[in-house]
């Protein structure tokens, strides 16, 4: 499972005018619930420091969508599944209404890679929460600013030029 952090790559969606430009703070891969594909998913942010999840990619056949989905909404649709049931792709359904079947799988792939949901004992494909406090840590932690600021331009023009002299042109007068 490759991870990678990204940022400063903003997307719109060309397919929903009305959806919020998403800079990426992350791409990751998983492998899908069956074992038998490769996802590859990202998590953004909009304008509003929200975070957004979206399928990217699948090294399988199915057909997926590729829209981005508010954390906020995937958190509802999982505290709003029945207690009494395990969680299942089919509590994702309601985020994609006439959109791919598979997708609600395949985001259910990257919240268990991410420990959002995490497998029951003894199940192969039913879930529960995972640890949500600490996978919006991680993610918090990934939007920090970079605690090693870098020089200011005028400051390392400064120190460049210390070190390095241009070549001297050889004068006609010597002899």
């Known amino acids: 499972m490759a991870t990678t952090s990204k940022r400063k790559t903003t997307d719109k969606n060309p397919k929903t005018p009305g959806t919020p430009s998403i800079t990426v703070i992350k791409k990751a891969s998983t492998k899908s619930l069956e074992g038998r594909g490769?996802?590859?998913?990202?998590?953004?942010?909009?304008?509003?420091?929200?975070?957004?999840?979206?399928?990217?990619?699948?090294?399988?056949?199915?057909f997926f969508s590729d829209e981005w989905v508010s954390f906020q909404a995937i958190q509802?649709?999982?505290?709003?599944?029945?207690?009494e049931r395990p969680i299942t792709s089919m509590a994702l359904r309601s985020l994609f209404q006439g959109k791919s079947v598979n997708t609600p799988s395949f985001l259910l792939a990257a919240l268990l890679c991410e420990g959002v949901v995490r497998l029951l004992a003894g199940k192969r494909r039913q879930y529960e929460l995972g640890d949500v406090a600490a996978f919006l840590e991680t993610v918090h932690a990934t939007k920090a600013p970079h605690s090693n600021p870098r020089q200011p331009r005028a400051q390392a023009k400064a120190k460049a030029g210390t070190r390095?002299?241009?070549?001297?042109?050889?004068?006609?007068?010597?002899?």
């Open 38 to 62: 490769k996802l590859d998913y990202e998590l953004g942010t909009d304008a509003a420091g929200a975070l957004h999840w979206r399928i990217a990619k699948n090294s399988g056949g199915g």
């Open 76 to 83: 509802a649709a999982l505290e709003e599944w029945p207690e």
């Open 164 to 175: 390095m002299t241009k070549p001297t042109k050889p004068s006609a007068t010597a002899n």
